[in-house]
């Protein structure tokens, strides 16, 4: 079966520092979700990856989705206290077909520190 | 693994027919949430609970009802079941900590 494996577990961060999220997938993937999630508030959806190389930003945090579509990474520049939560990765582990189901990786906790 | 799971996994209704899944969760966390999962798109909240007897919508909520009568039951109801409510469900929990766990999915196909 598919895995998604992220690192690191947690991460403590200065603020206004750059920080890194890896998300590595055991199998090709069809398409890389980023979602944060912080208290009381549910998930917040960041950005999907669908294409080999696609690299998406969305205000100071940037996806890319690698050549080969095993791997994504969050990339968080200069930090700000905003940034602290939970990011988990989530991946499409076939094409929507009978056998579709949406897999996750066991989160990153981000803690910045002021 | 964190105590949650969802039922049914999989379910066939025809449209205007009403229908309920369940949510049970054995961590006597706080929060519970109703997502749904479609192609192409990130997870969307329905509905969210923060307490027995307390909840509230999100961002997808139109045609949807929730309930939660005990701590470690979240109901969704589909009132009167349409084509464009054929999804994955994903259910939810998360206490104090904000992390999230979640259900292994429901399939729901609406014909």
């Known amino acids: 079966s598919q895995e998604l494996e992220q690192s690191p577990q947690s991460l403590i961060v200065q603020e206004g520092k750059n920080l890194t999220i890896n998300c590595t997938s055991s199998?090709?993937?069809?398409?890389l979700y980023w979602y944060k999630q912080k208290y009381g508030e549910g998930l917040i959806f960041l950005m999907m990856l669908q294409k080999g190389g696609e690299e998406k930003s969305h205000e100071k945090i940037t996806a890319k989705l690698d050549e080969k579509k095993q791997q994504s990474s969050l990339h968080i520049t200069a930090s700000q206290p905003s940034h602290a939560g939970i990011y988990l990765c989530?991946?499409?582990?076939?094409?929507?077909?009978?056998?579709?189901?949406?897999?996750w990786g066991a989160g990153t906790k981000l803690i910045i520190k002021p | 693994d964190a105590g949650i799971t969802q039922s049914p996994r999989h379910k066939v209704t025809e449209t205007g027919t009403p229908v309920t899944l369940r949510c049970h969760q054995t961590e006597n966390h706080r929060y519970m949430y109703w997502y749904r999962q479609d192609p192409g798109h990130g997870l969307r909240l329905i509905h969210y609970s923060y307490g027995v007897k307390d909840t509230d919508k999100g961002e997808v909520s139109d045609g949807y009802s929730v309930s939660r009568s005990k701590t470690e039951d979240f109901l969704l109801t589909l009132e009167s079941a349409t084509s464009s409510q054929t999804s994955v469900y994903f259910c939810?929990?998360?206490?104090?900590?904000?992390?999230?766990?979640f259900g292994q999915g429901t399939r729901l196909t609406v014909v």
């Open positions: 989530g991946a499409d582990s076939t094409f929507m077909d009978s056998n579709y189901q949406l897999i």
């Open positions: 199998k090709t993937l069809y398409g």
């Open positions: 939810a929990i998360s206490d104090q900590t904000a992390e999230a766990f």
